[in-house]
């Protein structure tokens, strides 16, 4: 059974960090393309990030050079490291992962492509 479980959100202020932490069980995480999104009050849930089996990344274009998506295999688990947080970036955060085969080096932002989703952790980012 898959299960994926975020954690590390919390209320910082802006220009702080975050580092979130998924943590999977039920399949590898080197074996299924993951990724994180965000849904913000009122707003449609959006990606964020997402790693390739192979290790290949791709963000949404307003957190590049901010955030990093990365795992650790051992641990079986994928973090997202957020650097220089903005009040826009306030959201739930959702951990997703996408069971379907696909190449070593296929990484999507499209909600659609992804079948297992955490319960999400609360970012906020206020002064």
């Known amino acids: 059974q898959v299960q994926l479980v975020e954690s590390g959100g919390g209320k910082v202020q802006p220009g702080a960090s975050l580092t979130l932490s998924c943590a999977a069980s039920?399949?590898?995480?080197?074996?299924?393309?993951t990724g994180w999104f965000r849904q913000a009050p009122g707003k449609e849930r959006e990606a964020v990030s997402s790693?390739?089996?192979?290790?290949?990344?791709i963000y949404k274009e307003s957190v590049k050079g901010r955030f990093t998506i990365s795992r650790d295999n051992a641990k079986n688990t994928v973090y997202l490291q957020m650097n220089d947080l903005k009040p826009e970036d306030t959201a739930v955060y959702y951990c997703?992962?996408?069971?379907?085969?696909?190449?070593?080096?296929?990484?999507?932002?499209?909600?659609?492509?992804?079948?297992?989703w955490g319960r999400g952790t609360q970012v906020t980012v206020s002064s």
């Open positions: 997703a992962a996408d069971s379907s085969p696909r190449s070593r080096w296929f990484s999507t932002l499209l909600v659609g492509d992804y079948d297992y």
């Open positions: 039920g399949f590898t995480v080197d074996s299924y393309v």
């Open positions: 790693i390739s089996i192979m290790g290949r990344t």
